[in-house]
Nanobody, 128 residues
Framework: VQLQASGGGLVQAGGSLRLSCAASRRPSSSYAVGWFRQAPGKEREFVAAINWKGYSLRYADSAKGRFTVSRDDAKNSVHLQMNSLKPEDTAVYYC??????????????????????WGQGTLVTVSS
């Protein structure tokens, strides 16, 4: 599956952005989707993930209470709503997909090596 991340941009601290991750076509399989980010000079880190049915949501501590991940399967897309943005949220944000099915509440993965497909990144810059 090919993924396309979008929605990045420049925003002031305290502002909001909504990132989207769209599949190039309706996948034949079901997928969990995760968001990761990589700040300049740092390793890529987990941000948020949602399981294949939307029943399991997982967040990094840095995202809890500020970011919300959701999915719209009718539009083959997953969104990351980011509120109360901070300068330390500045990074390239990537979405990734992991083939998943079975239990509605199967836990969404959170580590990079669990995700088979990756989109290109979208840059988020938060100014102070």
């Amino acid at each position: 599956v090919q993924l396309q991340a979008s929605g990045g941009g420049l925003v002031q601290a305290g502002g909001s952005l909504r990132l989207s991750c769209a599949a190039s076509r309706r996948p034949s399989s079901s997928y969990a989707v995760g968001w990761f980010r990589q700040a300049p000079g740092k390793e890529r880190e987990f941000v948020a993930a949602i399981n294949w049915k939307g029943y399991s949501l997982r967040y990094a501590d840095s995202a809890k209470g500020r970011f919300t991940v959701s999915r719209d399967d009718a539009k083959n897309s997953v969104h990351l709503q980011m509120n109360s943005l901070k300068p330390e949220d500045t990074a390239v944000y990537y979405c990734a997909a992991h083939r998943q099915s079975g239990s509605l509440r199967i836990v969404a993965p959170t580590t990079e090596n669990e995700f088979e497909y990756w989109g290109q990144g979208t840059l988020v810059t938060v100014s102070s």
